[in-house]
């Protein structure tokens, strides 16, 4: 599983608390995930902003965010919502790596393909030994 980055669980945090979702239960219950998950996530988000490495075993998947997003789509009353949201918080960051990953999170699967497909297109003209970055 695609471990990312905690801040894009802190991004979620923010457009749930902006929105008066107060109870991390509910969320909880919309996403299909088990409570006790968001507050360890919150411990995660704490030591990440205070320096200190993440717990062993511990990580804020694609799985997790899929599921906090899909939790967020259900409270907040359809995608069109929560996708509004995150392209606000797309235009607040500043890392490129979580802004091409929140984008890439907002396409459908169909769109996903495509761009899989482009990204595939791009290295085919590579052997393994020769890809652009090892140039």
């Known amino acids: 599983m695609t471990n990312l980055s905690i801040e894009i669980y802190a991004m979620l945090d923010e457009i749930r608390k902006e ?3 107060r109870e991390y239960k509910q969320w909880a219950q919309a996403s299909g995930m088990h409570q006790p998950r968001l507050p360890e996530l919150n ?4 030591r990440h902003r205070q320096g200190l490495p993440s717990e062993p075993g511990r990580a ?4 997790k965010c899929n599921h906090l997003i899909g939790g967020l789509v259900k409270l907040l009353g359809g995608g069109g919502v929560v996708k509004k949201e995150i ?4 235009g607040k960051s500043r890392d490129p ?3 091409r990953i929140l984008k ?14 482009m990204v595939d ?5 590579y052997d393994e030994g ?4 090892n140039e």
């Open 19 to 21: 929105h008066g979702i």
């Open 97 to 99: 790596a979580e802004i």
């Open 60 to 63: 804020f998947t694609a799985n």
């Open 104 to 117: 890439q999170l907002l396409l459908s699967e169909q769109q996903q393909q495509a761009v899989d497909a």
């Open 130 to 133: 020769r890809l652009p970055i």
């Open 121 to 125: 297109a791009f290295l085919l003209p």
């Open 43 to 46: 411990r995660m988000l704490k």
């Open 87 to 90: 392209l606000r918080k797309i």
